[in-house]
């Protein structure tokens, strides 16, 4: 890892999301490969300035699927590693407060 801001790859926004970030203070991002749980929290810490109770990791694994013309031949979707955060009740996220 070079910086902070290579381990935070994307925000996951799905409709289970959004009920952990309302309920729950959870907010999920897709994060580097090698990415563990302490250089998840040091990262969100320093980039958004919130307070972080708690960082689960999760290894997405490949999926494979079907084309709709040929069935026959199968595509591979990549695996990746997700980053579950759990902020304190006050914190906040300011890239989700749209989506709420």
Known sequence: MSTIYDILRRPLITEKTN????????YVFEVAGDATRTMVKDAVEKI???TVVRVNVINVPAKRTRRARSRRE???N????KAIIT???DGR????EGVE
């Open 87 to 89: 902020l304190t009740p």
């Open 48 to 50: 958004f300035n919130v």
């Open 19 to 26: 009920y952990q970030v309302s309920h729950l203070h959870q």
């Open 78 to 81: 990549p695996g990746y590693k």
């Open 93 to 96: 996220l300011p890239i989700f």
């Open 74 to 76: 199968a595509v591979r």
